[in-house]
């Protein structure tokens, strides 16, 4: 019947930005924050959290000025063309960039817990594979996909969380402040940019049922994130202690390594599918925010083609990196503080500009008539 | 050369062949002819009398008007009884001339056609047409009377508490049946004819005060389109106007059962009927449709919910136990207990395969028994129950061709398919089960979860209709929320948002 309006309600909203920006719990993010801050890294996601709630009002504030224009067109539409071009563009790289440095990171912990075994290149494929055809189907389906699936994925987190507790030592919390207040607030927000893919969805917004619902789904999806990474990382401190957490990279997959429940003492190939299932997800939204950044810079508009020719690239330059736990960790740590500015700032500086537009009056203006 | 040639010759033929049907065409436009005679001529021809055994064409005199009259019917799918009773006699012991034919005729259903081609359908149908001298139109007589089942118990639907009507071959009874159930003046009846040559009737059934124009107006352009010689029944027709032909989904129901067809109706959803078709189509048809069955309605809310629970666990069983054990057994080794580890490999000891074989042997065995099982006739059918529980279960064990273990993973997912009652969804099941051991025996758990992630992709890209797949779960729609588990009958007070009815609350 309503073939062509391909608009999700914010059930869906939801189970993606949770699924896109949760399942960072799950890699090597929280030993990235775990290195500097040492056991108050559980702080680093709340404060962060704190943090972002700036750009992200201040982003609300200016594309919710819009009806129905995302923040491509918004910022299009702001900077004019040539500046316009240039934001998108490094939005773009950064995108692609994190990208191919998440997917490389899937794959290597796929390689070294699960499959040692197997050649590299074919769990990239595969993991690719899976993500492009989700992307080419489109975002109303990557939407419902996430919904499907979301419940059953929160379950067995639920339930990681809850065998993890039970062997823990809450003793390994203190100092409360690890190494000092100052150095917590200073260290984690600079690397405020894990909370960037909340930028990027932005570019979603006219893809959602009402702006309400886009509001409304964002700060949900937020607080819900911040209290998942939170809690799951005091949890790897309870678990761990300090001094070993550093040495992980992946601290999600020794937690389910190490617990047990009755009779079954090996989980992990019982949280691995969940796992699998939220990583397919998250990187089909990458691919599709992507596909969309480019289709947007360069006027091609059924850019749901260029997916498959984008993913075969992504896996060949994800390839690139040897001994990639600590290549992509380094890479993506650079990433991770060149980001956060442009996440930072970029939002305050539409904002300013919209101001000095008077973009919001006009739109007050047509409010009134 | 010979190529040319016979292109030649075909060609000739078939210039021929129009010729001959150019003249039938011809005939059949044109109308009846006031002349008794030309006219009983010309339908000899039509129907190769007196070659066409069933055919009977019979003189009579209208003694009170003094005409001569002709009445031609195929006996086998007319009442002869009637015609004699209603026509002949009424027409020979009529001494009055004033009265006109349709005042003498005492059958049930009158009407005068004067087209030829109207006529010649009518006699197809099972009517009978009466010719009268000086007149150039005929009366068509209603008297059909298709030979045809008894209303039966459904075979393929069984249930335990509920009715045990099934649908029949014949249209009308099947209407009935639904009647019998919606007794409402907003019950509507279309029919359409669907096929060039062959002339079959369907019959759209719908509620007009519930169902969405739109989507009407869609099932009808599509049946329309159709451009087709012969659609025998509804299973061919299904597969003319169904949306993926290719998908191992399907997206639109098939239900033997008039209670759960009524159903359905009241919901605000199309069925469609047809001659020949023990069953109807319901569209537009969601996942939940071929998960349900009637009774999980009929059945107290504690059992009737017990009920779908068996059956998704038995969804779930059938699709991934024996791909499981093959992911566990050759790449997860680690995750089962130990004790339980060396009771397998102690089995598997002096089995020769690798696990994957082993359960690709034991699931191809089963699925043979199960389709030999169908096709066998009846008195033979025990022998296949021997063969296969002995010979291929037993035996095979003995002989180190399989571990025990796996005869009871492929038989607890072979049973648990058979939980799953819509044959359709059933296939969906099994063909699915082979894919997901496919791949893991490639890549274990990675590529059972890899599979299963692109099958709902693709789950909630279909549409059946305009509806979306797995609608109401997502996207969400108002409905009484009746997926995986229902509610209690008196909170489901919605029809499906999803199909846009025009009335929303039941009551």
Redesign the interface.
Known sequence: ???SKQL??I??YIAIVILMIGTKLSDDTPAILFEQIKNAGWMAPIINGIIAIIPIYLLMKVVGNYKDKSLAEVTDHLFGKFFGFIILFTLLVVAFCATIVDTAIYTDI?GTM??TK?PTI??YG??I??CA??AR??F??????A???FPYLQVSLLLALILSIREGNTAFLFPLFGPGPWEIAKESSLRLSIYADFFYLFLFFPLIKSKKDFIKGTWLGLVFIVLNIAIFMTCFVFLFDYKTIMQLSYPYHEVIRTISMG????M???F??FW??AS??RF?IYLYINALLIGHLFRIRHFEYLIPSLATLIVFLGLIPESPTFTIFNLKEKILLIATPLFFFLPVLMWVVAMFKGEFKHANKKKRK | MLKKLLRRSYRNKKVNSEKSSEEEIKLNESNINSNLNKTVDSFKTIYSYPDNQDVVLRNIHISGSNKKAAILFINTITNAKSIEDYVISPLLQNQDSSKQIDEIITVQSLQTKNKISEIVTHINNGNAALFVEGENKAYLLGATNFEGRNVEKAENENVVKGSKEAFNEKSATNISLIRKRIKSESLVVESLIISKRSKNDLFIVYEKDLVNDKLLQNVKDRVNALDVDAIQNLSLLEQQIEERKYSIFPTILYTERPDRAASFIEDGYIVLLMDNSPDSLVLPATFWSFYHTSEDHYLRFPYGNFTRFLRILALFISLFTSSLYVAVVTFHAEMVPPDLLLAIAATREKVPFPAAIEVFIMEIAFELIREAGLRVPSPIGPTIGIVGALILGQAAVQANIVSPIVVIIVALGGLSSFAIGDISMNFTVRIGRLLLLFAASFMGLYGITALFTMAIFYMVSIKSFGVPYLSPLTPNYKSSKDTIFRRVLQKETFRPGYLKPKDMTKR
């Open positions: 019947m309503e073939q999700i309600g059930k869906e796929i699960y499959f197997t074919i769990i595969i993991l594979v899976v055809y989700g189907r489109g109303e389906q990557i939407g419902s996909a919904w499907t699936v009779f079954l003492t090996n992990e190939t019982f691995l599918p699998l299932i397919f997800v089909s």
